[in-house]
Antibody, heavy 123, light 108 residues
Framework: EVHLVESGGGVVRPGGSLRLSCTASGFTVGDYDMSWVRQAPGKGLEWVSG????????GYVDSVKGRFTISRDNAKNSLYLQMNSLRAEDTAFYYC????????????????WGRGTLVTVSS | SYELTQAPSVSVSPGQTARITCSGDALSKKYAYWYQQKSGQAPVLVIYEDTKRPSGFPERFSGSSSGTMATLTISGAQVEDEGDYYCYSTDSSGNHRVFGGGTKLTVL
């Protein structure tokens, strides 16, 4: 069975840093593009960042550019998100997702999600 | 920035048909995807590429798209279908990956 498990969440002060990890089981991470999606408590979903299979192409939502860095280690079957200069508005559950390319080849979507890890930014 | 618009809530009685819509300018060119999120759980893919259903998902869930609107239909909704439903797509360039605001489905 395929799974994604996130870790690394916690409480951090504004301006602080945190590194999230995501470990996959049941499939080879290196065969897929991957993303992080977040959800503030009681709010909707927001794509945060994505990385292609070999780490050669990265993408970020405007609100985290310059502060967050996505990376991967295919040998460890893992995905990471380094979060610096954290703000209160970054408080959210962070989900690791596996990306799939649509049949038409034009769109990426998320076909597998982890259970999420909670990041709380508070003084 | 690109937006997908959903109604905040939909309510039906058990056995009735629930329809959840999602509107966006680029939906005439881009696929819509639907995710179900039950309370305290991670989202799960319900419909992909407008109309396709992942294997193992109940047949009462179906998707359609016409013009700039996509629709998730639950035929014969059941109490266990309650939750939040999010549409997802990209803008016409494919560079911006966007979720709708979510629709809370109540079945009672």
């Amino acid at each position: 069975e395929v799974h994604l498990v996130e870790s690394g969440g916690g409480v951090v002060r504004p301006g602080g840093s945190l590194r999230l990890s995501c470990t996959a089981s049941g499939f080879t991470v290196g065969d897929y593009d991957m993303s992080w999606v977040r959800q503030a408590p009681g709010k909707g979903l927001e794509w945060v960042s994505g990385i292609n299979w070999n780490g050669g192409r990265l993408g970020y939502v405007d609100s985290v550019k310059g502060r967050f860095t996505i990376s991967r280690d295919n040998a460890k079957n893992s995905l990471y998100l380094q979060m610096n200069s954290l703000r209160a508005e970054d408080t959210a559950f962070y989900y690791c997702t596996r990306d799939r390319l649509s049949g038409g080849g034009g769109d990426w979507y998320f076909d597998l999600w982890g259970r999420g890890t909670l990041v709380t930014v508070s003084s | 920035s690109y937006e997908l618009t959903q109604a905040p809530s939909v309510s039906v009685s058990p056995g009735q048909t629930a329809r959840i819509t999602c509107s966006g300018d680029a939906l005439s060119k881009k696929y819509a995807y639907w995710y179900q999120q039950k309370s305290g759980q991670a989202p799960v893919l319900v419909i992909y590429e407008d109309t396709k259903r992942p294997s193992g998902f109940p047949e009462r869930f179906s998707g359609s798209s016409s013009g700039t609107m996509a629709t998730l239909t639950i035929s014969g909704a059941q109490v266990e279908d309650e939750g939040d439903y999010y549409c997802y797509s990209t803008d016409s360039s494919g560079n911006h990956r966007v979720f709708g605001g979510g629709t809370k489905l109540t079945v009672l």
